[in-house]
């Protein structure tokens, strides 16, 4: 397929598409994606121990807050808090 003149291999294109980080995975009450876990684990974020997707988006806030976080670790924490954030109003606003 070509698209603004460059030349895409569809079958290449698929390959590169990661499907495995965004498998849900079930951690006590609740779920969250193994690309979630791997970011909250590289962060130090015991997320094993939450109750809820609430209890552990305190916690996620409280590391944002955190002056010694760099900017990596920042966008990465703010994109996992947007994500379980979403999933919690949904899960919830069907109850």
Known sequence: MI???????INELM???DTNSNELQKVGN????KREIEILERNFI?????????D???KIQYEL????LDNDSGDELDFVLEQINE???????NK
């Open 46 to 54: 015991e997320y094993k121990t939450c109750s809820s997707l609430r």
């Open 65 to 68: 807050e955190n002056d010694d």
């Open 30 to 33: 609740f779920t969250l994606t």
């Open 15 to 17: 390959k590169s598409i």
């Open 87 to 93: 999933r919690d109003y949904y899960t919830n606003i």
């Open 3 to 9: 698209v603004n003149g460059k030349n895409f291999d």
């Open 56 to 58: 552990l988006m305190l």
